[in-house]
């Protein structure tokens, strides 16, 4: 018997290459007036946001907020929150990444919600709908656009808190593949891994339902096929144009099922090290897929399809030795980090990450496989 699932997404999406310049008609449809537009530091300089910019301010009231940092703090969002009730907001834009996309999650329910204000990892403070929010992402990878999630780096606990409220949901999203253009090679890579990661472990989470597995596998499909395009080439703009897709994808396959291990044992990394969210994922993502192979046999002939790899002849052990294989392969190729060393993990640092990482029972919870401390400290160990 199917159980029960709920899949909730933003009202309106738009795709395609040009489609940023749809967004002062989008304003004008909510009669907005005051814009804040939270936006990346680099982002605001390109010359195609500094023209979407005069266009908007000939008919809107707008105010620029750039002061959103790599995996902001509690107290950084705060900030911009503070700053941005100086305003009188009518209407939210983040255009950037994952970091700029849910810090304006986070301040578009904070003007609502006072109280929130006090601890952003207390949901249940939410109470009042929030400011209407669109998102443009900039980055092919966090799926933020998508999920009522948002993450948070709390430094006195030395972790990073993911926060689930339907509130976090923007109302539009505009899906331009021309905004991705100008990323960096590093970025791509991590950001397409962390799309990837979306995906397969939606895929095989215990929430997974068939929504989730859909949108995950065919992310998966575009991302194997794609990601290594983006990477090599970026003006690639079919490539660029899928991987956008796939994002997205990933981040719907989110909210109706979940991340599992990869997300919780990355969450101390990131908290402690500052290594970048996607960056993290990547490194973890074929270390804990080898793990999990066992538990999840029935979903291994589709996920090596997905990925386009030739099975004939296999049995289903040889088939997840394929599958884990070329996850390494594809990490490799972008030049995802080999080691956690470089960031200043030191052995003697993994009994307490391996302790941290078993606090995220959210996550942990879900995965196909039950997780030990020692289960978790094996896998650290193994990215030194």
Not at 67 to 92: G, H, L, R, S, W
Not at 276 to 292: C, D, Q, W
Request: charged share 25%.
């Amino acid at each position: 018997m199917l159980e029960q699932f709920t899949l909730t997404v933003p009202q309106n999406v738009h795709c395609g290459n040009g489609t940023l310049e749809k967004l002062p008609e989008i304003l004008r449809q909510k009669k907005a007036k005051n814009v804040a537009i939270i936006v990346d530091k680099t982002v605001s300089t390109l010359d195609v946001y500094k023209k979407l910019n005069n266009k908007l301010e000939a008919d809107f009231n707008i105010q620029q907020f750039t002061d959103v940092p790599p995996e902001p703090t509690e107290d950084q969002v705060k900030k911009v929150a503070d700053n941005v009730m100086e305003f009188d907001t009518e209407i939210i834009v983040a255009i950037g990444g994952g970091s700029v996309m849910d810090a304006a999650k986070f301040v578009s329910v904070m003007l609502t919600n006072p109280e929130f204000y006090v601890d952003l990892t207390d949901k249940e403070k939410i109470t009042n709908k929030p400011i209407p929010l669109i998102c443009i992402p900039t980055s092919a990878g966090t799926g933020s656009e998508a999920t009522p999630n948002a993450i948070i780096l709390i430094p006195e606990k030395q972790v990073k808190v993911g926060v689930v409220h339907n509130y976090f949901l923007p109302t539009d999203v505009i899906l331009d593949p021309l905004m991705t253009r100008s990323l960096p090679k590093s970025v791509t890579a991590a950001t397409g891994l962390d799309a990837f990661c979306h995906c397969i472990e939606t895929y095989i989470s215990k929430k997974t339902n068939p929504f989730a597995r859909l949108f995950g596998l065919e992310g998966i499909k575009l991302i194997s096929k794609y990601l290594r395009r983006a990477y090599d080439n970026p003006n690639d703009m079919e490539a660029r144009e899928k991987m956008a897709i796939a994002a997205f994808y990933g981040g719907v396959a989110i909210t109706s099922s979940s991340t599992v291990a990869i997300h919780a044992l990355s969450y101390p990394l990131g908290g402690t090290y500052h290594i970048a969210h996607g960056i993290s994922n990547a490194i973890l993502l074929p270390y804990v897929m080898e793990y999990n192979m066992d538990a999840i046999e029935d979903s291994i002939p589709d996920l090596c399809s997905a990925m386009g790899l030739d099975t004939e002849g296999l049995n289903i052990k040889e088939k997840g030795e394929l599958l884990v294989k070329e996850i390494f392969a594809l990490c490799r190729y972008v030049n995802i980090p080999e080691s956690v060393i470089q960031y200043g993990v030191k052995p003697e640092d993994l009994d307490r990450l391996a302790i941290s990482a078993s606090e995220v029972r959210r996550l942990l919870d879900q995965n196909p496989k039950e997780m030990s401390i020692q289960d978790i400290k094996s896998i650290y160990i193994q990215l030194l």
